[in-house]
Each structure stands twice: as C-alpha cells, then as structure tokens.
C-alpha cells in the first residue's frame, strides 16, 4: 500500500521552472523511458532537461515568440515530453492533438489555434496532415520525432534537427534561455487543449501555469505525497489532461520514473516489463482486469474457486473495517495476511508485483470493481473533473475513501450545489477560458463559479458522488429522470456483457446496445456446439440472444419499473474510437452512437409497441 511522506513544495512559478528544479535535485536518476527496436531506451533528469533547451534554442530560431502556440500530434513518447517543454521553455503554448485524431479534426485545432509550426511523431501523423494540406495553409513546418522523407508542399525536419543535437548548448544560449524561462509567469497561459467534442465542436480549454502546477501539488497533498522513485507506466493519451497532470506533472514533481508504453494493445506486456509502481487509468481497464480475472477463476479448480471467493470475502471485511470504518482489525489482519499470500500476491504479479496504486478518472468507476481492486492490494484512488478545471477537483486517498464516491475537494478548491443539483467549482485550478470563445466562457463561468455539466450529491462528510452528466440525463415520455451510467456499469459487471449504451429520451421506456464478451460467448458457442461462421451470425443465434434476454430479466429484478430494459439489440463489435462512438478517453460518445445506430433503437421501439 501507498505510504504517505510528506510532499515538499516546489519554490516554482512555471512548469519549465519546475522541470530545471527536477534536474538540479535529480539529476542522474531516471526520468523518460522508451521503447525502441525492443529494448527500453532511459534518458535521465539532466539529459531531459539538455533536451527541452536544445529545442528551446531550435523553436526560437524556428520564429516562435512568447504567446504562439505549437501543436503536437503524437501519441505517447519521449518526443511529446521534450516539445511540450520545448515549446513552453521557448514562451509558446503547447497544443496537444489527440493522435486517434483524423487529419479533418486536426486541421480544425491547428486552424482554430493558429499554429505555424506542428510536431508529429511519424509518418502517420504526417500523411494526415499532407492529406489536408488545403486546410491548413498557415502551417510553415512539421517537426517529427522520426526520419523520413515528405513532400515539399509541407516541409518537414526531425526534432533532432531542430534542436540540432550535434551542437551542444552554449553557455551563453543556456543562460539566455533558463533568464526566457525565469520570465514566464504563473498567470502565462501553458497549455490550450482542445475537448474531445461529445456535445458539438471542439473547445479550446486555456489553462495557466499556475492551474497545472497549483493541481499537480495539491494533488499530491491529497495523496499524502508520494515516494520518490515512483515509476509511472504511461499509456493513457498526454493530449488529455487526465495523464498529464497526473501521471506527467505530478511524477516530474517527486523525480519519479516515467516509461511511456508501446501503444494501448500493449500496455499489459509492457506493465511486466516495466514492473511499475503506479499508473492513471479510466474505468475500461479496471473492468477488462476484473473480468480476465473472475474468467481465470471461472477456468480453475472447484478448490480454487472456493479458496478465491474466501480470500475475496475476508479482504471485504478487512478493507471495510481499515479504509472505511477504520476500526481496530484484531485477527482480521492475520487472516487477510493469509488470503493476501495464498491468493491476492499471485495476482498482483501478473501486473509487474510492484504496483502500489491507481489513478482513476475520466468517468464513473463502478464500486464493486474500485471495492475489488483494493481488496486484492492495489487500491484505485478514484477522482473527479474536467479539462476545464486542470483536471482534478475532488480525490479519494487511504485515509477518506468511500466507494461509489469520486472523493473530497483538494485544497483551496470550493464546491456548491446549484437549485438543478449540477455541480458548481471555484479554485486555483479553473481555466481562464475557452480560446477565441467568449461566448461559452461566460456560460460556463459565472461569478467565478465554473458550472461543471454534472449532477452530483454531496455529503456531510464533503464526499461528491456524481450522478450523471446534466445534459445526458434520460427524461422519458412519462416525465421520469434516469441516469444512464449507472445503469451502463452495472450491465457491465455481467460476465457475457463487455459495453452497454442505454437510450430513452423522450421515450416510453428504456433500451440498451450491447457489445458481447467475446472470449465468453465464444466460449459458450464452443459448449453448445452452436453453428455459425462469423461472429455477426453468433450474436444473432435464438440461443444466444435468449442468453442474454435472461440476463437482463435478472438485471431487471433489481431496478424500479421505469429504469428496466425492455428490450435490446446484441452488435457484433465493441465501441471504439475507430468507429466513432468512444472519445480517446474511452468515454460512450452518446449522440454519435445514437446516430450510428438509429436504425437499430428505433427497431427496438417499435418491437416494444408491438407487444402492446
């Protein structure tokens, strides 16, 4: 478990301020780690910070001055650390692009910001930005993280190019820069990162300095600190807050360890190759390991079945009665000190055997999953907020901890309830706006209260439980107000259910899409000889779709009358950015979804009006 050390604060009014301090504490230990040609590639404190001036120097020859804005297109690298920095220690504003992005919308950021210049980690990136060539006429050159050749219309260097590698730094260029470096104010804008637009177009969030900093620490006070030597694993997308702040500012902070992993896919080789101690996460991953682990389960012994059920019991107990109640634990301790080698040790190290703790955000986390992960000794600290608000605003930690809830205000942060219930904030880590966007700043701002889109309770104890978004509240034809998500994590905890979409807007009642597990319905194919030849047929089979009328008849039994599915529709494939209907975060992305699948829910009303 998490140990609690006291944080020591940084005397820093800037991220590149905070990073030259980081280099002078630690200068020899690990900062980036990268995977390239197999093996992992280390550059440490100092070597960091060498770099992000080299590309200070470069950006500043390049035509940046204080105040322009540099895009980056890429996914997760040493590359997207050393330009952010680069571009800050050079007065620019980084402005990061989610690389799931097409060139389409990322013409509409680089467009919408103004950037001249755009960093990209490969050819991919760069054929999407060739291919939009007419759209984005102002930009004047690409930077890439890897060699190749591009066309002239759009020219392009590597960043060792622009930082020019093989000329070290003067003394006189490294002096001009750190004095660059000293003038940039807490109130300087850092960063303009664009939402994933779930409600319409992209807006650029503005966020100071002063708003990342000021979170990354109080953060880490909320935590307790956090140990030196930490070792991140990276994978969720640096263009989201969520990591950055988090997993990037906050590690950089304590001099931690941060390896950047290969891609999603492989974030599970790579945790055993890593052996992290810490990561930040969205709910999809918590949910993919609960469910590969009670399929393990579901596969062993009748005795190991038993064996694993009681540890699961005894760490219930042994959780509730530490972290919850925190009352004294007597034999407790011994006997959850049993379960925890025979059983909980042996699955910690299918995730490297070192982590201690999650960071869990981005969207609602299901309590049964949270309550699992610290039963078997990696506790998920789960938190809440938006983009706008740098991100976090509220985070659980080892001494106040309540399942089912997204935690306490960090300090210096205010929380209020308006009349509607929606969720209303007010602290150091609120944007200074929305770029170019007055209009949607004054609507979301109002006398320093930034109105958050969310329901929310708030107990006597300052516990914040999120009910649902405002604008994705269900209100159906009988006047009934119904959050969906909820109902969506408990449809997900079904062993042969991997994602679900609930719809009833303005509707008589509630229905659902449904993506299968796979390995499980395969699985029961298998057992029951059922015949097909592509999974399309398989989700279509009478004994496949009465499977899953049981288990939502069970799930049924358990709601109100006006929150039950009455009917449902069983696709082939899961959601995924890909297709349009996940957000880089791996959040629903409700109306495309509606859109996409519009045939299929008004097929499913019109079976329901047929059984009037």
């Not at 590359?79 to 992005?101: E, L, R």
């Not at 969207?363 to 610290?374: G, S």
């Not at 989700?539 to 929150?563: C, D, H, T, W």
Request: glycine letters at 8%.
């Amino acid at each position: 478990m998490i140990s609690p050390p006291q944080h020591e604060k940084l005397s820093c009014h800037s991220l590149p301020q905070m990073l030259r301090q980081a280099a002078l504490q630690h200068a020899g230990n690990k900062a980036l780690s990268y995977k390239r040609s197999g093996s992992y590639l280390t550059l440490s404190y100092q070597q960091f910070y060498t770099r992000v001036l080299m590309a200070a120097r470069g950006l500043r020859k390049a035509g940046v001055r204080p105040g322009d804005n540099v895009a980056i297109f890429s996914e997760n690298r040493a590359g997207w650390a050393i330009s952010d920095f680069g571009i800050q220690a050079a007065g620019g504003v980084s402005v990061p692009i989610y690389a799931t992005n097409t060139g389409v919308q990322a013409a509409y950021v680089i467009n919408h910001c103004g950037a001249k210049i755009v960093f990209v980690s490969g050819r991919l990136q760069y054929e999407k930005l060739l291919g939009v060539r007419d759209l984005i006429p102002q930009v004047e050159l690409i930077v890439s993280f890897e060699r190749f050749l591009g066309d002239r219309c759009l020219p392009v260097y590597t960043l060792y190019q622009l930082s020019e590698i093989s000329h070290p730094l003067t003394d006189e260029e490294k002096n001009r820069i750190e004095s660059e470096i000293e003038s940039i104010g807490p109130e300087d804008l850092a960063t303009i990162i664009y939402t994933s637009g779930t409600t319409g177009d992209p807006k650029g969030v503005m966020l100071s300095q002063n708003n990342l900093l000021q979170n990354g620490m109080t953060g880490l006070q909320h935590l307790g600190g956090m140990d030196r030597g930490e070792t991140f694993l990276s994978f969720l997308p640096l263009s989201h807050v969520l990591e950055r702040t988090a997993g990037y500012h906050a590690a950089l902070m304590t001099g931690s360890h941060i390896a950047f992993a290969e891609n999603v896919n492989t974030v599970v080789e790579n945790i055993l190759e890593i052996k992290p101690t810490a990561m930040v996460s969205v709910p999809r991953l918590f949910e993919k390991i609960y469910s590969r682990i009670y399929e393990n389960v579901h596969l062993s012994s009748p005795l190991k079945r038993k064996l694993f059920h009681r540890a699961v019991e005894v760490g219930r107990d042994y959780v509730q009665k530490r972290y919850i109640a925190q009352q004294p634990l007597g034999l407790l301790a011994s006997k959850y000190r049993f379960y925890d080698r025979l059983v909980f040790r042996k699955v910690r190290e299918k995730f490297g055997g070192n982590l201690r703790f999650f960071i869990s955000g981005g969207a609602p986390l299901d309590k049964t999953i949270n309550e699992f992960m610290w039963i078997i000794g990696i506790p998920v600290f789960e938190g809440y907020g938006l983009t706008e608000t740098s991100p976090a605003v509220t985070l659980n930690n080892l001494q106040q901890n309540r399942f089912g809830s997204v935690g306490t205000a960090l300090a210096g942060t205010e929380l209020k309830l308006a009349a509607d219930g929606e969720l209303l904030v007010k602290g150091p880590q609120v944007m200074r706006g929305y770029y170019k966007n007055e209009k949607a700043t004054a609507e979301t701002i109002v006398d320093g209260w930034l109105k958050t889109g969310d329901i929310a309770r708030i107990d006597a104890q300052g516990f914040v439980t999120i009910v649902d978004r405002k604008k994705e509240i269900i209100v159906t034809a009988g006047g009934k107000n119904i959050a969906p998500q909820p109902l969506e994590n408990q449809l997900k905890l079904d062993k042969y259910i991997s994602q679900a979409f609930v719809y009833g807007d303005a509707k008589p009642c509630l229905v659902a899409l449904l993506t299968p597990n796979l390995e499980r319905l395969i699985e029961l194919g298998h057992q029951e000889q059922l015949d097909y030849l592509a999974v399309e047929e398989l989700v279509a089979n009478p004994r496949v779709l009465q499977l899953y009328g049981e288990r939502i008849a069970q799930f049924n039994r358990n709601q109100p009358s006006y929150q039950t599915i009455k009917r449902f529709a069983l696709l082939p494939r899961e959601f995924s950015i890909e297709g349009g209907e996940l957000t880089p975060t791996l959040k629903l992305k409700r109306k495309a979804i509606y859109s996409l699948y519009q045939d299929r829910i008004d097929q499913l009303y019109l079976a329901v009006g047929g059984e009037k």
